[in-house]
Structure formats: C-alpha cells, structure tokens
C-alpha cells in the first residue's frame, strides 16, 4: 500500500530545488504571494449576450490587451462603450482615451454606464433669420461629466503632458496645444504607478479610441504630422512596457489587481501585401502592438465594411435605427477552452448589441415607439396610432469608408 504524500513533499530539497529555495523562488506560503509565478483565474468584464454568442467568449478577458480593428461606422463604438459599462458596474474603472474626440456619453449611458452632469452658465450665439444679426445670451448647459471613471481627450492630454519634451525627457516652459502618442502612453504610466502606490486601489479598463488618430512627438516637433513610420516607432517605444508588462502581469497572483488594455486601431487598405489580389485591411501605426496582443475583434468586414443600414419609414418619417454587422475573433492567444475563434453577424443599434435573433422583437418594441413619437413631433394632427404594421422595415449596404 502507497503511503500519502503531503501537499508540498515531492518537491526536491537538493540540486535545482534547493538552489530555487535558497534564492527564494520556491514559496508555498499561501500567506506570502510576494514572489510566485502562477497566475489568477481567467476572469471576464461581461459582455451582452449578441456579442458571447457570436464570438463563444463570456466578455473580454481581464489581465490582457485586446484590440479591435475595422472600417468606420462597423460598431466599434458600441463595443466600447458595452466594455466600459460593464467594467464600471464590476467595480474597475473605465479610463477613456478619446484622441479621435467623438465619445458620446449619452450613448454610452444608453448602455448603462454611469456618469453624471454637472451644468454650467454659457454663452450661446443666435443669428435672426430676417436680419441676419448677431446676438448673445446665456444657457444652463451640461459642461462637464463627473462619475467612477477617467476621461481624457486631445486638450485634456494637452493640459496634462503637453509641456514634455519626450525626445530630451525634459519639461518646457510652454504647453503644446497638440496631443501626441507619447501623451497617451504617459497618461497610462501615470495612473498604474498611482495604483501601485497606493493612491487609486481598484483596477482599470483602458480604452484608446484609436491608435492611428494622432501622431508621434517627432512628427509634431518636425512639422511633419502624418509620417507613419515615424508613428510607427513612438507605439512601439512607448507602449512597449505597458503592453509586455504592466497590463499581462497584473494577470499574476502578485498583482492586486485586475488591468485591461483595449484599443480601437484606425486601419488602412494595402495594396502592395498582396499585388495580385484585393488589398489587405491593415493596421495604422505599424504592427508591435499586434504582437503583443492576444485577443483581436474585427468588426465588419475586411475589403469592405461588410454591414447593412437598418431604416424605417412611416408615414413619411424615416428613422436609422441600427446596423447589422459582422464580428469576427482573428486572433486569440487565450489559454484553453477559451482560446476560440468563432465569428457571427449582430445588431448594433442605440441599445448596443442586440442578437439577430431579437430584431423583430425589438422591431415592434423600441422602433415603433421612437416612430411614434417622431410622429407626435413632426406631424400637425398628433398622430400616434403608428403600429409595427405602418411600418417599411429597409435593409441596405453600406459603402466603404476609409478614415
């Protein structure tokens, strides 16, 4: 009969074993974490049901660097602000990175995320149809969104890291009024060395909406914004350590807490990867970050955008209630079972994602009220006997646009 061995007894004493023991590398304290080399459970930021059964994924992985690539107008958008809402909801907090200017935070708040307006005096300026004349008074008007998240934009990025001097390290006296790659990549460092020392004691979603909408500190001190090799090489040095270490090693079990990093790339069409073929849908900016990421979400397609415009008419108004899109996992460097790549088709609409499967009920409740109330709004009589039937549902392609 075989004697039980003890948690812990196979473990060499002698040789490799002691050496790793002598250098500290071999702790079993479940008390002492310090030094380990194992890794904490997968773990998710939720995701809507259209969007786990198209990609047979539950969310996006935690820990991780997750990008997504597509055409303009695909549902990128929609992704994003599913992310930040579920992150907030999970207790981490979403740190928006909007260097294309265009985040709406109603939107987002159609998808649950929190934030709060705060209002303020502001000048308005009118012109009179009949004179043409100028004149000026003043509004209470939202001017600012507080809540649990961080939110940066090109000036904010300015205001922040505009007076660094990132090819000499050193500060300026004057303040650049255009964001740069550098800034995004410092407005990252900053936060996870607060996180490390204590300041801010919760984890991040880090969302870059999009790596190819500004360029590199050398392109703006030469004058010459728009070199992309020059781009190219400021995402490769100054996300290189948050993509290979900082965000993947909070995935250990010496981290305290959970960092995630997605990023919308801007991509263009190339035709020299493939000269006797159809051009291949490529990244801006190079391809590091690529291959330091492990998830990859194409929206749409890839020689087009691959969507359909969902409109309805009726009685004379029209209203553009949503895309039908495809999504697609290119890439998925996940450890088993999660390491899948399926691809599907979904509804991106004011909502967020909503399953194909769910569209005519979503039909009937959500697009003939709105037509409804257009109706009472645009219409003389009142009329508000607008029902599913009064309705002509249009599906149409869309065209290609290149950003």
Known sequence: MKQAIKKG???QKKGLGSWKEKAGLNKVDSNDVTVSNASKPQSWILMPKAYCECTGLPGLPENTVISVLGHSNVGKSTLINHAISSAQRQGLIPVIIDTENSF??????NMGFKAEPIYGDVEVEEVDPETGEFTVHTENQIVQWDGDFIYYNNRILCERFGDMDYAKGTKTKTKRKTAVIEDVAA??????DAQDNGEI?????FVWDSIGSIGSFKEFNAGKIG??????????????????????SSKKLTSKYNNTFL?????????????????????KCGKSMRYSTRLEIIMGGQLTSGTKRLTATSKGVNYSYGIETKIKVQKNHLDAPHNVCYEGKLIACDLGFISINDLDKYKKEHV?????ELNKRLTDNGSDEVTVEDIEFIEEEEETVIE
């Open 104 to 109: 709406s935070f109603q939107y987002a708040m």
């Open 187 to 192: 407005c990252i460092n900053e936060l996870l």
């Open 263 to 283: 990023y919308v790339n801007k991509v263009w069409l190339d035709p020299m990867t493939n000269p006797m073929g159809p051009a291949i849908m490529t990244p």
């Open 368 to 372: 003939s009220s709105i037509l409804k």
């Open 227 to 248: 070199n992309p090799m020059w781009s190219a090489a400021a995402v490769s040095a100054a996300f290189n350590l948050i993509v290979n270490d900082r965000i993947p």
């Open 201 to 205: 004691e919760q984890g991040f979603l």
């Open 9 to 11: 007894a196979g473990i």
